[in-house]
């Protein structure tokens, strides 16, 4: 049994990740209105309890947090400020929480474009995956005002495990998502180009994978990606490799910003580019393992 159902709460994106949000708030009492371009995907949030939301008003009328799981700034720009954005009927007060990857510049710009319509808001990239928005095991790394984190504590707490947050400037969330997917990206290369040297030299893959894992030369990404890279199984796609394209495009354009050598970065970058321009950019980013084996 559900317990009694608490404020409404605005959900747009309704992906990978964004599914597993919409689960949990539900789970956790909460009503979540939901805007996604799929109308597969609105069916879908309306066979779990939720409620599809065809226009922005549907979503500012009753909704005073609205939580963003869309891909990037442009489809963040297009949600709040294009045609039927959410920021024109907006209601003073409204929290609205950002927890896609994106660059810290935007994020920073975003939050005084929104004051001054009276809107809060909260910098909250995440990290975790599929795996981790399922099962509300996310880290959040949240930035903007005080008092606005302490008020959405409670709706933090439903979708995310490991909450840190990160200061009362917008744009420094973004900044340690950044930092993490720069580790992320090399982590994923690094394994990819470990694997296929093993079936190079003739090692049993499927061993290899086993002693990597039992040691130091582990990472998360290896136990992750590792499976599918050596299965070749691209098609059930987790993260894409566009994604890394743009996400790796974030962490060089930081660098570039603060004058900082980032070469590990540059080199995932390229593979992941490499496989893109290969036609590889829709399948599972574990797919970078092909440059090295096609």
Not at 184 to 194: D, F, K, L, T
Not at 238 to 265: E, H, N, R, T, Y
Request: net charge negative; glycine share 10%; with cysteine.
């Amino acid at each position: 049994m559900l317990p009694e159902k608490k404020q409404a709460i605005g959900l747009v994106g309704l992906g990978v990740m964004g599914r597993g949000v919409a689960e949990n708030l539900i789970k956790n009492g909460y009503q979540v209105i939901g805007r996604d371009v799929s109308a597969d995907a609105l069916k879908w949030l309306e066979s779990i309890g939720g409620v599809a939301s065809r226009e922005a008003s549907d979503v500012t009328s009753v909704c005073d947090v609205v939580i963003s799981f869309v891909v990037n700034d442009v489809q963040t720009e297009a949600l709040l400020f294009g045609e039927n954005g959410l920021a024109k009927t907006m209601r003073p007060d409204t929290v609205f929480i950002a927890c896609s990857t994106m660059a810290p510049k935007f994020l920073r710009e975003l939050s005084v474009r929104l004051a001054k319509i009276g809107v809060h808001l909260m910098d909250a990239p995440v990290t975790g995956g599929q795996i981790g928005a399922k099962n509300a095991t996310m880290t959040i790394m949240a930035a903007g005002p005080t008092a606005i984190y302490e008020r959405i504590q409670p709706i933090l707490k439903s979708i995310g495990g490991k909450i840190f947050f990160l200061g009362t400037e917008a744009g420094m969330g973004a900044q340690m998502k950044v930092v993490n997917q720069l580790l992320c990206g090399v982590h994923i290369a690094a394994a990819a180009e470990a694997l296929a040297m093993a079936k190079k030299h003739g090692l049993p893959l499927d061993t290899t994978l086993e002693i990597l894992k039992s040691g130091a030369a582990s990472s998360w990404m290896l136990g992750d990606r590792g499976p599918r890279m050596i299965a070749d199984s691209f098609d059930d796609v987790q993260s894409a490799v566009d994604i890394f394209v743009k996400d790796l495009g974030l962490v060089l354009d930081s660098a570039k910003q603060a004058s900082f050598a980032a070469p590990m970065a540059h080199t995932a970058f390229l593979q992941f580019l490499e496989s893109s321009g290969h036609g590889l950019g829709k399948l599972d980013d574990a797919a970078v393992i092909r440059n090295y084996t096609e």
